[in-house]
């Protein structure tokens, strides 16, 4: 009575292994998720997220690959010991595995990438480009000074953001949060250049001269 029962408990062992490969990528999905969240909410990415990311993916990764070799050296070793049906079907179980776990880990993305996207989206909705872009050729007609702008001479729609310090300097005008581990924030001026008082930094251009950085 028990011989039927043999294929089914055999191949619940590769259904297991399969659907691991499959899943293998779903943490990497999740964090991505959070990255984009994070850098959308005008937030740095959080060291929890980025050493996760970090250390996170090619743990996830060896895993995913040694469960294929798992799932190989299995499928190897049962191919004379099965019939022909459980065979295809252990076979079945592992490709589909591994076409779905490699197909996720294919397509991942440097988790601070995905946060800069989320961040640029941040600043397209929460940052009034002309009236910051004003208050900038304003400030520069008088004297211009390389120190940080007193809180109380911000105007509304800069305090309304909430950055930790503010300047206009040679023909910018960037708002900065951050800290030891890092700088980012938004700005009007020159996007070209490289740096920025000697410190190098990233940028991307959200339209003409306005652009969001960071620097970590």
């Known amino acids: ?19 691991l490969m499959a899943l293998g990528g779903i943490p990497a ?15 740095a990415l959080g060291l929890d997220v980025a050493m996760a990311g970090f250390a996170g993916r090619p743990l996830l990764a060896m895993i995913f690959i040694l469960l294929v070799v798992v799932g190989a050296v299995r499928c190897f070793w049962m191919w004379r010991k099965s019939g022909r049906t459980e ?43 002309e009236a910051l872009r004003a208050w900038r050729d ?14 109380s001479q911000w105007p509304p729609f ?22 030891g581990f890092g700088h980012w924030g938004v700005a009007v001026g020159r996007p070209d250049r490289e740096e920025h008082w000697g410190r190098g930094e990233t940028r991307t251009v ?11």
């Open 206 to 216: 959200i339209s003409g001269d306005f652009y969001v950085w960071w620097e970590y």
């Open 87 to 129: 065979a295809f079907a252990r076979l079945g179980i592992l490709v589909a595995g591994v076409a779905v776990g490699s197909i996720q880990f294919a397509y991942q993305r440097d988790l601070n990438s995905i946060w800069r996207e989320g961040f640029c989206d941040w600043a397209r909705q929460s940052i009034d480009v």
């Open 29 to 43: 999905v999740v964090l991505s998720r959070r990255a984009y969240e994070v850098g959308a909410a005008g937030s």
């Open 138 to 151: 304003e400030r520069l007609r008088g004297p211009v000074s390389h120190d940080f702008i007193d809180l």
């Open 158 to 179: 800069v305090a309304k953001v909430s950055p930790q310090y503010v300047t206009v300097y040679d023909g910018e005008a960037r708002l900065a949060w951050g800290g």
């Open 1 to 19: 009575m028990s011989q039927p029962r043999r294929p089914l408990v055999s191949l619940s062992f590769d259904a297991i292994l399969g659907v």
